[in-house]
């Protein structure tokens, strides 16, 4: 448990430590009994941080909440959720990283991590995402931001004939998902090292979403990754 707190950074709670340790010796210990262990090695989980960000825009184009805080889905491309979340690196420089994430296994289907918070961020996200279907034509839930209120964004998810869907104002819990993987991605990667250059950053996120996509086991996926459970699916 040791050496798997530290190749992780610190990242695993009791929870995520007992499944990739019942993996890795292909045995069924209790979580209890794992908690217990942890304490007494004085093994920690990083705690993590919650921060809210809210912007005002102007909506060219508004769609309802279709999704309406349903976060099952039931095959691949069924519903995904969207949103765009602010990072920094040196001084006081600041990145926007973009991300369309799958409700049916957790996945992120694409990310984009850009110098500013715009259109094209957002429309390149979604471009990326689209290139990988193949006849699907999934929901997508994002907020009321100006980037998905766009008449550029609404011309997209029309031409590949997709249903949109927006969360409610001031109701960050709509897409909850989406918001949730943000503080996991910040609490298990960001919070923990500092970056003093764009590419520093970049790197450290692509680290970790190749790590949340096919390393991060997940008890409500039967203890498999994302991908492990999306190529069952598939």
């Known amino acids: 448990m040791q050496a798997l707190h530290e190749k992780v950074d610190g990242i695993y709670g009791y929870r995520r430590m007992t499944l990739n340790i019942n993996r890795k010796f292909e045995q069924n210990f ?65 990145a926007y990283l973009s991300a369309i994430l799958d409700l049916y296994d957790g996945s992120i289907v694409s990310y984009v991590l850009g110098h500013s918070n715009n259109n094209n961020l957002v429309f390149k996200t979604l471009d990326q995402a689209t290139q990988l279907l193949d006849g699907d034509h999934p929901l997508i839930h994002s907020d009321r931001g100006f980037q998905y209120t766009s008449h550029g964004f609404k011309r997209r998810i029309d031409k590949v004939e997709m249903t949109q869907s ?26 923990l090292n500092k970056y003093e250059t764009f590419e520093e950053l970049s790197r450290a996120i692509n680290e970790y979403i190749h790590f949340y996509n096919y390393d991060r086991y997940q008890k409500r996926l039967n203890g498999l990754s994302p991908m492990e459970y999306r190529a069952k699916a598939a």
């Open 166 to 191: 927006m969360s409610r104002v001031g109701r960050c819990i709509d897409n909850g998902p989406m918001e949730s993987f943000w503080g996991t991605l910040k609490c298990e990667k960001y919070y």
């Open 30 to 94: 209790n979580h209890k009994r794992i908690y217990r262990l942890m304490k007494i090695a004085d093994i920690q989980c990083v705690i993590r941080k919650k921060k809210k960000l809210y912007k005002r825009s102007t909506p060219q184009h508004i769609a309802e909440n279709v999704l309406n805080r349903e976060f099952t889905a039931e095959k691949l491309n069924e519903k995904w959720v969207t949103d765009v979340t602010e990072l920094k690196y040196g001084s006081s420089k600041k």
